[in-house]
């Protein structure tokens, strides 16, 4: 089915309530779907299932993204299984079968939104859902700008108002993030507005049926607005510092706060995590190498948390990942019993698959931007030591692992582990490789400017598992944390080997849809292949 079908069918479905021509006929259609008019009007929920689902939808074709795209080009994650006969995403041999769903997803998303928008309209007419439309507002920046980290140019201001000939437009990346950016400033301040009411009653209620991160707390919400913010500033970092420095400034001097206590994390709970089906029962999903080279190498002691002990003969009881973009000889027969990745937080397991949670946003990754903003020398971000150490506080109690976080941090001389692949030496990588970091975790005031943003990327980036789409786009930005290199490259020369994949292209479903896919590539600035490197990637 083509996307455009896809946008128009759900977007029928939106307005289906403007299809009854009379008071009796919508009653009909409430007592036989919704439960009568009293628990239909009561309840909201024809705004309530929609933002449910929408929030559910950040996790709905997980293997296809992000899990065999961004998950495994950010190295936290790899694969035993030769997918396409071992040519695939992983070998930059791209999918396109695969890689549509990012759009895919958000279509659906942004649907549910136009779904909510419908219903609050058509049925609950006079309601002020400011407060619920303020949370919709940052989950349709979230999918979005996932979906720009992906591609670059992205469907967002004008996704509802396609031109006169049916095309709807993209918006370039640049123009993408500074919406992204006004519309969490004007999130933040309706929900600082709504909290601070003693009214909006029916808005508050709904949002607290709705919501599956924070229950209806809307200084919660607000917090994460404000971080998302500071986030897609310090992203903007490179490609245009002056409004990154003005965008970060404003959410480290906003009222609105921070998540920085692991009390405010964003953690979406979706039921059954996908990956715990990934992993455990197809057996599609295991730990990237570079990850477990990391923290082999620094002792890490987060590091049972994150992943399952090899059960291959030959490294058993190791903690061992597998190494992106090779020959995988006999696929799981050679590689399955390598490690398998784990989420075992202090709050719960993230992969569980009755009740498992979607990692939006911590406390960690907050203190890392703002030790990132100090080097920079933004205005109220701190004393840059002091947010590094706490960044990784932060994240060893997101995983209960606070005890042994001093003597983490006083280590002056660990560094990242070689790796030894005892299925084909020839993917070994040994000490001396410019493939492994040399970057220590104690911090040092005396190192330059350069060799401080490896060591806080470095470590944002291992607290940032398991969110491999976030992960991907700061080495990317950044350069950190150094990852090991393919060794088979399917690409035909459109992806170097040395500068690694830099985007995912866009797939026959969107160059086939009412989206304005050659105004696209326009606004790329580049051809359409995973060489080309988006808009804030100008390291």
């Given amino acids: 089915?083509?996307?455009?079908?896809?946008?128009?069918?759900?977007?029928?479905?939106?307005?289906?309530?403007?299809?009854?021509?009379?008071?009796?006929?919508?009653?009909?259609?409430?007592?036989?779907?919704?439960?009568?008019?009293?628990?239909?009007?009561?309840?909201?929920?024809?705004?309530?299932?929609?933002?449910?689902?929408?929030?559910?939808?950040?996790?709905?074709?997980?293997?296809?993204?992000?899990?065999?795209?961004?998950?495994?080009?950010?190295?936290?994650?790899?694969?035993?299984?030769?997918?396409?006969?071992?040519?695939?995403?992983?070998?930059?041999?791209?999918?396109?079968?695969?890689?549509?769903?990012?759009?895919?997803?958000?279509?659906?998303?942004?649907?549910?939104?136009?779904?909510?928008?419908?219903?609050?309209?058509?049925?609950?007419?006079?309601?002020?859902?400011?407060?619920?439309?303020?949370?919709?507002?940052?989950?349709?920046?979230?999918?979005?700008?996932?979906?720009?980290?992906?591609?670059?140019?992205?469907?967002?201001?004008?996704?509802?108002?396609?031109?006169?000939?049916?095309?709807?437009?993209?918006?370039?990346?640049?123009?993408?993030?500074?919406?992204?950016?006004?519309?969490?400033?004007?999130?933040?301040?309706?929900?600082?507005?709504?909290?601070?009411?003693?009214?909006?009653?029916?808005?508050?209620?709904?949002?607290?049926?709705?919501?599956?991160?924070?229950?209806?707390?809307?200084?919660?919400?607000?917090?994460?607005?404000?971080?998302?913010?500071?986030?897609?500033?310090?992203?903007?970092?490179?490609?245009?510092?002056?409004?990154?420095?003005?965008?970060?400034?404003?959410?480290?001097?906003?009222?609105?706060?921070?998540?920085?206590?692991?009390?405010?994390?964003?953690?979406?709970?979706?039921?059954?995590s996908e990956l715990s089906f990934i992993i455990y029962s197809w057996g599609d999903c295991l730990i990237g190498a570079p990850l477990m080279a990391y923290m082999n190498g620094y002792n890490d002691p987060r590091l049972s948390a994150y992943a399952i002990p090899a059960t291959d003969n030959q490294v058993a009881g190791q903690y061992i990942g597998i190494r992106q973009g090779i020959d995988m000889l006999d696929g799981k027969t050679t590689y399955g019993g390598f490690s398998q990745p784990q989420a075992k937080a202090a709050s719960g397991d993230y992969f569980s698959g009755t009740n498992g949670k979607m990692k939006l946003f911590t406390a960690a990754e907050t203190w890392f931007l703002k030790a990132e903003a100090s080097l920079r020398g933004y205005a109220g971000a701190g004393d840059i030591q002091t947010n590094y150490e706490t960044g990784v506080r932060q994240s060893f109690g997101e995983w209960g692992k606070t005890a042994e976080v001093t003597t983490y941090l006083t280590n002056t001389t660990a560094t990242e582990a070689a790796y030894v692949d005892p299925k084909n030496p020839s993917n070994n990588i040994n000490i001396g490789d410019t493939q492994l970091s040399t970057i220590t975790i104690a911090w040092n005031n005396s190192d330059s400017g350069e060799r401080k943003l490896e060591r806080i990327i470095t470590q944002k980036w291992l607290s940032l598992y398991p969110n491999g789409p976030e992960a991907w786009a700061e080495q990317r930005r950044t350069g950190y944390p150094i990852l090991f290199k393919v060794r088979k490259n399917d690409s035909g020369g459109l992806i170097s080997t040395n500068e690694m994949i830099r985007r995912i292209p866009f797939t026959t479903d969107t160059k086939t849809s009412l989206y304005n896919y050659q105004q696209a590539v326009q606004t790329l600035g580049g051809a359409d292949t995973g060489g080309t490197k988006l808009w804030w990637d100008k390291k």
């Avoid at 455009?4 to 977007?11: A, R």
């Avoid at 009293?38 to 024809?46: H, K, L, R, S, V």
């Fill in 1 to 272: 089915m083509k996307i455009n079908t896809i946008k128009m069918w759900v977007f029928g479905a939106a307005v289906l309530f403007s299809a009854f021509g009379c008071t009796s006929e919508l009653d009909d259609y409430n007592q036989e779907k919704l439960g009568g008019p009293e628990n239909f009007y009561a309840d909201f929920i024809a705004v309530v299932n929609p933002l449910k689902s929408l929030q559910r939808g950040l996790q709905s074709d997980y293997q296809l993204y992000p899990n065999l795209s961004a998950d495994m080009y950010s190295g936290m994650f790899s694969t035993a299984t030769p997918f396409n006969g071992g040519k695939n995403n992983m070998t930059y041999y791209m999918m396109d079968g695969w890689n549509n769903r990012i759009i895919a997803r958000q279509q659906d998303i942004f649907n549910y939104s136009i779904t909510i928008d419908n219903a609050a309209k058509k049925i609950y007419e006079g309601i002020d859902f400011t407060g619920t439309f303020a949370v919709k507002t940052i989950l349709k920046v979230i999918t979005a700008a996932r979906v720009s980290d992906s591609h670059g140019p992205v469907v967002y201001s004008k996704y509802e108002t396609p031109n006169a000939n049916g095309v709807t437009d993209f918006d370039s990346q640049q123009d993408a993030y500074n919406y992204f950016i006004s519309d969490l400033s004007a999130a933040i301040a309706d929900l600082q507005k709504v909290n601070a009411s003693t009214g909006n009653i029916e808005d508050k209620s709904t949002l607290k049926k709705a919501d599956l991160v924070y229950g209806g707390n809307l200084a919660q919400w607000a917090k994460l607005a404000n971080s998302l913010k500071l986030r897609l500033a310090m992203r903007m970092s490179y490609a245009d510092p002056v409004k990154s420095r003005q965008y970060a400034e404003e959410a480290l001097a906003s009222p609105a706060g921070l998540i920085t206590d692991n009390a405010d994390n964003a953690l979406l709970s979706v039921g059954q």
